[in-house]
């Protein structure tokens, strides 16, 4: 079995993981590591073992994850699921776990795409296409979340690509709307961004907490 050093990992990647169905099948067995993000990407597996940054990344998400769960609940919309969530695409030929996904009931009922049971019982996996996607991005990310998964993304016809880097400052807060050819980025109306997936305008800011502790809010209107 090859064996992958990543991020002082040791990642064993078993001789059988030669294509998306076999990944799929992996996904569900012993063997595959319980903590990293691993993905199938473009005919391979891509993995990042390294640990989550608290606030540029775990407390982020978060908040993200707070805000919309309130406004899909509140407007029945369907279905937000935070990371850990395992994604594939047919078409776009990805499974891997997002940092969040929404999938509209419109999306459920029309069969956009299905949720489908591990083999222990219990729903395990989303199978087509979401209708929002968010990741934020880490130092091994970049190229994985800038480039690859928004062109794979937007083959796999995702409606809106979320994306956030706060690694540096000022955060950079960004919502990918569906073109006809490419994602392309929403335009910010005083530092606001409209999403027509929730119905609502949306703006990332920082703020401090009592203790100084740079956090985020993620502001609706």
């Known amino acids: 079995m090859p064996t992958m050093i990543v991020d002082d990992v040791n990642l064993t990647i078993p001789e059988r993981v030669t294509n998306l169905t076999a990944f799929r ?30 606030f540029t990344h775990l407390d982020l998400k978060g ?25 594939t695409n047919l078409a776009a030929g990805i499974s891997g776990n997002p940092d969040a996904v929404f999938i509209s009931r419109d999306s459920l009922i029309a069969g956009m795409i299905e949720l489908i049971e ?13 209708d929002m996607v968010l990741e934020v991005v880490s130092d091994n990310s970049v190229t994985k979340d800038r480039v690859i998964l928004r062109e794979d993304y937007f083959q796999a016809g995702v409606t809106e690509y979320w994306l956030i880097d706060a690694r540096k ?44 502790i740079l956090r985020y809010e993620l502001e609706v209107k």
Request: net charge positive; glycine share 10%; no cysteine.
């Open 25 to 54: 099948r992996w996904t569900d067995e012993p063997d595959f590591p319980e903590k990293g993000n691993i993905w199938w990407l473009r005919g391979k597996v891509w993995a990042d073992m390294s640990k989550q940054q608290i």
């Open 63 to 87: 908040e993200i994850y707070a805000v919309l769960q309130g406004i899909v609940k509140a407007d029945d919309l369907g279905i937000l699921l935070p990371d850990g969530l395992l994604l």
């Open 118 to 130: 591990g083999k222990d019982g219990g729903f395990v996996e989303a199978r087509g296409t979401p």
């Open 169 to 212: 400052k000022p955060i950079e807060f960004d919502i990918f709307r569906r073109q006809s050819k490419e994602f392309v980025a929403t335009s910010k109306q005083g530092g606001w961004l409209k999403s027509q997936v929730f119905r609502r305008s949306f703006r990332l800011r920082e703020v401090k907490d009592r203790s100084e």
